[in-house]
C-alpha cells in the first residue's frame, strides 16, 4: 500500500554542517498493518512519519502511496491526500480548545468538503468506534481527561475514514493505564475495521501491540521484524 | 471549504475574541463615521453656498462702476468710485443687447432713517419694479412697487424685516406708516420675506425706495450704484457679458479694457468659484478623517498577525488534517473582511447620527449623500482585504511541520 524508496532528508544547518536525519531508508507496508516503528529521540522516526504523512518533503528518494508518487504533486495535492487518505493522531492531541467534541471530529470533514447533513453521522460513527460515551460528546474538548481527548483526536483520524492512520507517541503524555485503553483502540481498529496504523514510539511496551517493529537508528531501519 | 463553513468558522472565531474584535471593530467605526461625517460637512457647506448664491437670482450679471482715470492722469480712484455709470447705460443695454431677460438699475447709499421716534442708520435701495423678480425678493406683509408708483415717483418704501424690526418692533405691521429718510418722507408699503444670510449684498436690513426718487433726492445725478442684469439662457452668460462690455467701453469711449470704468460680476463665475473653495474643503475634511480610517486598517493588521501568530499550532494542525494553503488564507481574510464590514456598517451609522448632531447642535447645514457612503463602503472593504491579506499569506505560508511544533 505504501512503499518508500531511497528516502533521505538533509537539513541545511549552515555552510558544510548538513545534518542527515534519514538515509536511504527502504520499506514498504501493506494494507491492513498494524506497524510500529521504535527508535530513541533523534533518531528519524518524526521525519519519517512527517513524509509518509506528506506534510514534509524529502530531499531525495520517493514515496509511493496506493502506487502514487507523493512528491510529484503539488502543496494542494498534498493537502487532499492528507485530508481523504491519512489521519494523525499526535502526541499532545492538538484538540481545538474552546470547541467541542463533535466539532474538533468535524474538521476534517470541512475540508473534505462534506456537506453538512452527512456529518453528524460521521462523528457519530467515528465516536462510537473509539467507545467515547456519549454523553461527552457535547462538552469542549478542555474538559476531558488525557484518555478522552486522545480518542476524540484518533475519531478525528478516523473520520474521513482513511486508508493510514500515523500516530506520533500517542501515549506519550498519558499515565500507562489510559495508554493502554488507546493502544487498545488502536489495535481494535486495525482488528475490526482494517485500518493500516503506523504507530511512532520509543517505548518497546508500546511497539509490544504491533505487529510488525521497525527499529529505527541514526537516520537507518537496523531491524524490521514481526511480532508473534 | 464550503462558504457556510468559512462564515461559521469566521464568526466562531471573532466571538472567541470578543473585546479584542470589538476594539478593532471601533477602530473602524470611528475611521468611517468621521469620514461620514466630516464629508457631511463639508457638502453641507457647498450646498449652503450654492443655494445662498442662486437666491440672489439666477443667471445674473452685475454691472459695477470700477475706478475712474481721467485723460493724462495716472492716479487711478477707488473702487466703485466712478460715476459714469447711467440710466442712460442701462437703457441702452436694454435696447440694443439681445437675450436679456430683464435689466434693474439701482442707486445704494447709507442713510439715517427715522420713525416715530424711533431711528436706524442702514443701506436705502433705489429700485425699479423690475428689481424684485430679478433678485427673487418677495413680500411677507403688504406689495413691492408697481409700475405705476415708479413712474409717478410715489413717496413709497419697502422696508426689510429687520429694519422693520428696529424701526417698529418685532413682528409689527408697518403697513402705512411714515419713516423719514434725510427729511423725506416715506410711506411703507410693504416688507420682504427674510432671506436669511447676509452674504453678497442679500441682506434683510435695508430700505427699498423708487429709482427715480433715490436719483433725485439722495444722488442728486444719474449715476448708478449697479445694474443688475438677468440673462434669458445659462449659455448665454459669457455672451452677454461680453457684450454689455463692449457696449460700455464704446458708450463710455475707452479703447483700452485695462481702463475701463467698470466691471462686470458674472453669477456662473463666482458660483463655480465658491464652489471649488467648499469642494477643496470637503476633500480636506475627507482626507483628515481618512487618515483615521488608515490607522483603523492598521488596528486591523496588528489583531490579524496577533490573531495567526496565537493560531500557529491550530494552523499546523488544520493543515495536517488536510486545509489546502488556500482555506487558511481565506479563513484569515474572511476574519478582516468580517471585522471591517461590522465596523463599516456601524460606522456608517454612526457617521449619520454624528452628521445629524453637528447640523442640530452647529447650526451646519450636512449633507450625507449616497456617494459618500458606497465611497466609504467601499474603502472599508478594501481595508479589509488590504490590511488582512498580510497577515492571511502568512498564516498560509506556515509550514505545517513547525506550525505545529510552534509552542
Known amino acids: ?228 | 471549504m464550503l462558504i457556510t463553513d468559512l462564515f461559521g468558522e469566521t464568526f466562531f472565531s471573532l466571538f472567541a475574541n470578543k473585546s479584542r474584535s470589538a476594539l478593532t471593530i471601533l477602530g473602524i467605526i470611528i475611521g468611517i463615521g468621521s469620514v461620514i461625517a466630516m464629508v457631511s460637512v463639508g457638502q453641507g457647506a457647498t450646498q449652503n453656498i450654492t443655494s445662498r448664491i442662486e437666491s440672489l437670482g439666477t443667471n445674473l450679471l452685475v454691472v459695477m462702476p470700477s475706478s475712474q482715470r481721467r485723460a493724462g492722469n495716472l492716479v487711478k480712484g477707488g473702487m466703485g468710485e466712478a460715476t459714469t455709470l447711467t440710466t442712460d447705460d442701462a437703457q441702452a443695454i436694454k435696447n440694443s443687447i439681445e437675450g436679456i431677460k430683464a435689466i434693474a438699475p439701482t442707486v445704494s447709499s447709507r442713510k439715517q432713517v427715522t420713525a416715530k421716534g424711533t431711528n436706524t442708520n442702514t443701506s436705502i435701495y433705489g429700485v425699479d419694479e423690475n428689481y424684485f423678480s430679478i433678485k427673487m425678493i418677495t413680500v411677507d406683509l403688504g406689495s413691492l412697487f408697481s409700475a405705476s408708483q415708479i413712474n409717478s415717483s410715489s413717496r413709497v418704501a419697502v422696508i426689510g424685516p429687520t429694519t422693520r424690526d428696529d424701526l417698529f418692533g418685532e413682528n409689527t405691521d408697518p403697513l402705512g406708516q411714515k419713516i423719514r429718510i434725510n427729511s423725506q418722507e416715506f410711506t411703507v408699503i410693504g416688507v420682504t420675506a427674510s432671506k436669511g444670510g447676509n452674504s453678497v449684498g442679500s441682506s434683510d436690513d435695508l430700505i427699498y425706495i423708487p429709482l427715480n426718487i433715490a436719483q433725485q433726492y439722495f444722488t442728486g445725478s444719474k449715476s448708478l450704484s449697479n445694474i443688475n442684469v438677468e440673462v434669458a439662457a445659462a449659455n448665454q452668460m459669457d455672451a452677454v457679458e461680453q457684450e454689455v462690455s463692449d457696449l460700455l467701453l464704446a458708450r463710455h469711449k475707452i479703447t483700452n479694457t485695462d481702463n475701463a470704468d467698470f466691471r462686470i460680476m458674472n453669477q456662473a463665475d463666482m458660483l463655480s468659484a465658491m464652489s471649488s473653495v467648499s469642494s477643496t474643503l470637503t476633500y480636506l475634511l475627507g482626507a483628515i478623517a481618512g487618515i483615521s480610517l488608515i490607522v483603523g486598517g492598521i488596528g486591523i493588521m496588528n489583531m490579524m498577525l496577533t490573531t495567526v501568530t496565537e493560531r500557529t499550532r491550530e494552523i499546523g494542525l488544520r493543515k495536517s488534517l488536510g486545509a489546502k494553503n488556500s482555506d487558511i488564507s481565506s479563513q484569515f481574510l474572511a476574519e478582516s473582511v468580517a471585522l471591517t464590514f461590522i465596523g463599516g456598517t456601524i460606522g456608517i451609522i454612526a457617521g449619520w447620527v454624528a452628521s445629524y448632531i453637528i447640523s442640530a447642535l452647529a447650526s451646519m447645514t450636512t449633507v450625507v449623500t449616497l456617494n459618500s457612503i458606497l465611497l466609504s463602503f467601499g474603502i472599508s472593504a478594501l481595508i479589509g482585504i488590504v490590511f488582512g491579506y498580510w497577515p492571511a499569506q502568512r498564516a498560509a505560508k506556515l509550514n505545517p511541520i513547525d506550525a505545529l511544533r510552534y509552542q
Not at chain 1, 521504535?38 to 528518494?61: E, Q, V
Not at chain 1, 457519530?124 to 461527552?136: C, F, G, I, S
Open chain 1, 1 to 228: 500500500m505504501l512503499r518508500c524508496e531511497n528516502i533521505s532528508k538533509t537539513y541545511l544547518m549552515g555552510e558544510d554542517n548538513n545534518l542527515t536525519v534519514l538515509k536511504k531508508v527502504n520499506f514498504q507496508i501493506e494494507k491492513g498493518e498494524f506497524v510500529a516503528v521504535i527508535g530513541p529521540s533523534g533518531s528519524g522516526k518524526s521525519t519519517l512519519m512527517n513524509i509518509i504523512g506528506a506534510l514534509d518533503r524529502p530531499s531525495t528518494g520517493k514515496y509511493f502511496l496506493d502506487e502514487e508518487d507523493v512528491f510529484s504533486l503539488p502543496d494542494d495535492k498534498l493537502a487532499e491526500i492528507r485530508c481523504k487518505k491519512i489521519g494523525f493522531v499526535f502526541q499532545s492531541f492538538n484538540l481545538l480548545a474552546r470547541s467541542t467534541v463533535l466539532k474538533n471530529v468535524m474538521v476534517p470533514l470541512v475540508y473534505a468538503r462534506v456537506p453538512k447533513i452527512k456529518r453528524w453521522e460521521m462523528a457519530k460513527k467515528a465516536l462510537q468506534a473509539v467507545n467515547l460515551e456519549e454523553e461527552r460528546w457535547q462538552h469542549l474538548s478542555n474538559q476531558l481527561s488525557g484518555g478522552q481527548m486522545q480518542r476524540v483526536a484518533i475519531a478525528r483520524a478516523l473520520i474521513n475514514d482513511p486508508e493510514l492512520i500515523l500516530a506520533d507517541e500517542p501515549t506519550g503524555n498519558l499515565d500507562s493505564k489510559t495508554g493502554e485503553v488507546v493502544l487498545k483502540t488502536f489495535k481494535q481498529l486495525n482488528k475490526e475495521f482494517h485500518h493500516t496504523i503506523i504507530l511512532i514510539t520509543h517505548d518497546h511496551n508500546v511497539a509490544a501491540h504491533a505487529d510488525r517493529v521497525m527499529e529505527i537508528k541514526d537516520g537507518e531501519i537496523i531491524s524490521d521484524k514481526k511480532n508473534n
